[in-house]
């Protein structure tokens, strides 16, 4: 069983995406542009082995029921 490990930076675009914001609003809110968002949101679905958005927003809504501190 291998550990994932998620950086700072996905597990806010992630939670982000769990409240149900657009590439647009996340950008603005965690900082960078649209396109990076939507390229960080590829790199996830990757890192995830996650074959659909549908899929990402399932995992991105689990994410967002465990603690978090900044």
Do not use: C, Y
């Not at 930076?9 to 649209?34: F, N």
């Not at 396109?35 to 590829?42: E, F, G, P």
């Not at 679905?45 to 399932?58: E, F, H, V, Y």
């Amino acid at each position: 069983m291998t550990t994932l490990i998620l950086s700072p930076r996905e597990k806010k675009l992630l939670r982000r995406m769990a409240l149900g914001r657009r590439d647009a609003e996340i950008a603005v809110q965690i900082g960078g542009t649209e396109a990076q968002v939507s390229i960080q949101r590829l790199r996830l679905l990757r890192k995830l082995n996650i074959k659909s958005q549908a899929q990402l927003m399932d995992a991105a809504d689990r994410l967002a029921r465990w603690p978090f501190h900044q």
